[in-house]
């Protein structure tokens, strides 16, 4: 069966970065896009961009290009977005996505 | 970007109920149209995609509709387990785009 395993809840610091993972398994992890998304607390959701695992072509909201980096790592079938310059903007539960799979969702608390 | 306009915020209804949620798109979305049930503390679920298409698992009390630039996600009987928010999601275009949400309460 699918399963995309987020990392545990990250508590950071204004101005620093954090890296979240998505470790996909029950399926052939290069056959499907990986997408980011990100919810504030009690809000909707924002789409933050994917990232084809085969190839590694991300495509990104331009909300969040400067904010948002993602990669794969082929070899651990892992999806990681890395996010930057962190502010309280930022804190959010921050999902991986395969259609109609979805991580448990990754909480960022941005405080000093 | 195409802006995802969803109706109402909230709805308050009874166990049995028919109850029906919309989502306007700002342009032609071309059918291309999911909708997302979502309970405290949990990931988004997949309910319906490509505007009709029930997800294997959802009980046939989920409905959805629509074309061009409005949808409608429809259920037919309330049961105490959908009170929960949703939300519809459009993925003709970059940047994908959601509506706001539902949240769909007992009355």
């Known amino acids: 069966q699918v399963n995309l395993l987020q990392s545990g809840a990250a508590l950071v610091k204004p101005g620093a970065s954090v890296k979240l993972s998505c470790k996909a398994s029950?399926?052939?992890?290069?056959?499907?896009?990986i997408h980011w998304v990100k919810q504030s607390h009690g809000k909707s959701l924002e789409w933050i961009g994917y990232?084809?695992?085969?190839?590694?072509?991300?495509n990104y909201n331009e909300k969040f290009k400067s904010k948002a980096t993602l990669t794969v790592d082929k070899s651990t079938n892992t999806a990681y977005m890395e996010l930057s310059r962190l502010t309280s903007e930022d804190s959010a539960t921050y999902y991986c996505?395969?259609?109609?799979?979805w991580g448990q969702g990754t909480l960022v608390t941005v405080s000093s | 970007d195409i802006q995802m306009t969803q109706s109402p915020s909230f709805l308050s209804a009874s166990v049995g109920d028919r109850v029906t949620i919309n989502c306007k798109a700002s342009?032609?979305?071309?059918?291309?149209l999911n909708w997302y049930q979502q309970k405290l503390g949990e990931a988004p679920k997949r309910l319906i995609y490509?505007?009709?298409n029930l997800q294997t698992g959802i009980p046939s009390r989920f409905s959805g509709s629509g074309s061009g630039t409005d949808y409608t996600l429809t259920i037919s009987s309330l049961q105490p387990e959908d009170f929960a928010t949703y939300f519809c999601?459009?993925?003709?275009?970059?940047?994908?785009?959601f509506g706001s949400g539902t949240k769909l309460e007992i009355k």
């Open positions: 490509n505007t009709n």
């Open positions: 996505t395969r259609s109609a799979y």
């Open positions: 029950g399926y052939t992890f290069t056959d499907y896009y």
């Open positions: 342009q032609n979305i071309n059918k291309y």
């Open positions: 990232i084809n695992p085969n190839s590694g072509y991300t």
């Open positions: 999601l459009q993925h003709n275009s970059f940047p994908l785009t």
